[in-house]
C-alpha cells in the first residue's frame, strides 16, 4: 500500500474532461485506464526515505519513570522530517 497524491489525480481526471456542443462535460475512462491512472500516479511521499531520517533522528534515551532505555526521536523532528518529505516529491 502507498499514499498517492489524490490532488494529483483530480488534475489527470479534470484535463481529460471534454465539453460537447451542447456544454456538457464528460470524461470516458475504462477500468484499465483507472487501473492505471492510479498504479502510476505520484506517491505521495517515500515511506522509506521517512523511516531513514526518522531512523538517523533517532537515539536511546530513558525518561525518569521508565525501566530501560528505549529509541526515541522528538516529535518536532519528526514532524519536520514528515512535512520535509511531503515537499520534495
Do not use: C, H, Q
Amino acid at each position: 500500500m502507498r499514499l498517492i497524491d489524490a490532488d494529483r489525480l483530480i488534475k489527470i481526471v479534470r484535463d481529460a474532461i471534454r465539453e460537447d456542443s451542447e456544454g456538457a462535460k464528460t470524461a470516458v475512462f475504462s477500468a484499465n485506464d483507472i487501473i492505471f491512472i492510479i498504479e502510476n500516479a505520484a506517491t505521495a511521499y517515500d515511506v522509506d526515505k521517512v523511516l531513514k531520517e526518522l531512523n538517523k533522528a533517532s537515539g536511546m534515551a530513558k525518561p525518569v519513570g521508565w525501566s530501560r532505555a528505549k529509541e526515541v526521536v522528538e516529535l518536532n523532528t519528526a514532524i519536520e522530517i514528515v512535512k520535509e518529505e511531503a515537499y520534495d516529491i
